[in-house]
């Protein structure tokens, strides 16, 4: 697991694994945030996957624009959203250059309730314009709907995970024996079998602190502890972890996850 650019099929990339105010926080003067150490600077939480029939991403962070850049993606045929908070959808107007580029809609993967907030925030897209207005400078998406029935993009076998971020119900993902669960602070009984056999389990850790909407260091493990995976990585993690320090008291299979972390599957 290596941070290379080069892009392989059957890998997910990490595009990035802070919090939702990303880390360095703005006006910040702590150790983390001041830190010559790239691994502690984490982007918004997103994810590429590269699939045998192409590359669709997890989540569309603000930071997505950069992310696509370092990883010298330079093709996206599809997303997938696990819930439509700021921190995971605000990127997605980034996409417009992949969709002028695949001259075709961009198909995006989502709930109802994530589907209203894309909407709402991108209303622009959907409304009606002449075939050759604006053209390249309006995104144009193919919205469908998914619920915790497993389906394919890219050719790949995608098994929704249903999960709760505080009251609210989202969705990870698990990609062959990988499963991606950010935003998370409850494993409903259901979502169990879904979490056995896993080779990667990449979890929601925002701080040592309870949240009351994301797993802190501790719940994280207590997971990983039940999943029994073979490797863990922890993800959206706040200016209060730092890399290093964090690793160092982790069991030996778990590891933060930093920005460019590349897994295959």
Same mark, same amino acid.
């Given at each position: 697991m290596t941070a290379s650019a080069s892009p392989?099929?059957?890998?997910?990339?990490?595009?990035? /694994?802070? /919090?939702?105010?990303?880390?360095?926080?703005?006006? &910040?003067? &702590?150790?983390v945030c001041r830190s010559p150490n790239p691994r502690n600077q984490r982007t918004r939480t997103g994810v590429a996957v590269?699939?045998?029939?192409? /590359?669709?991403?997890?989540? /569309?962070?603000p930071e997505l624009r950069l992310q696509l850049v370092r990883e010298r993606i330079n093709s996206v045929q599809a997303i997938v959203f696990t819930h439509g908070h700021a921190d995971h959808l605000f990127g997605l107007d980034d996409t417009r250059i992949c969709i002028h580029h695949n001259d075709q809609p961009m198909p995006l993967f989502c709930e109802e309730s994530t589907e209203h907030n894309i909407r709402s925030a991108f209303g622009y897209a959907f409304k009606e314009h002449p075939p050759e207005a604006l053209k390249g400078a309006i995104p144009k998406f193919d919205l469908r709907r998914i619920g915790e029935e497993p389906f394919e993009v890219c050719g790949q076998h995608v098994q929704p995970v249903r999960l709760l971020h505080g009251r609210l119900p989202v969705l990870g993902f698990r990609i062959n024996n990988v499963a991606f669960c950010t935003d998370v602070s409850y494993v409903p009984d259901v979502t169990w079998p879904l979490l056995q056999n896993l080779d990667v389990l990449i979890i929601d850790a925002l701080r040592d602190e309870p949240h009351p909407t994301h797993l802190a260091v501790f719940q994280a493990l207590e997971v990983i502890g039940r999943a029994k995976p073979r490797r863990a990585f922890l993800t959206h993690c706040s200016h209060n972890l730092e890399y290093e320090a964090t690793n160092a008291r982790l069991p030996s299979h778990v590891q933060l996850a930093y920005d460019g972390l590349r897994i295959p599957f």
């Open positions: 392989h099929r059957n890998e997910i990339v990490l595009l990035g /694994t802070g /919090t939702s105010v990303g880390v360095p926080v703005i006006g &910040c003067d &702590c150790d590269h699939a045998e029939q192409g /590359t669709f991403l997890i989540d /569309t962070p």
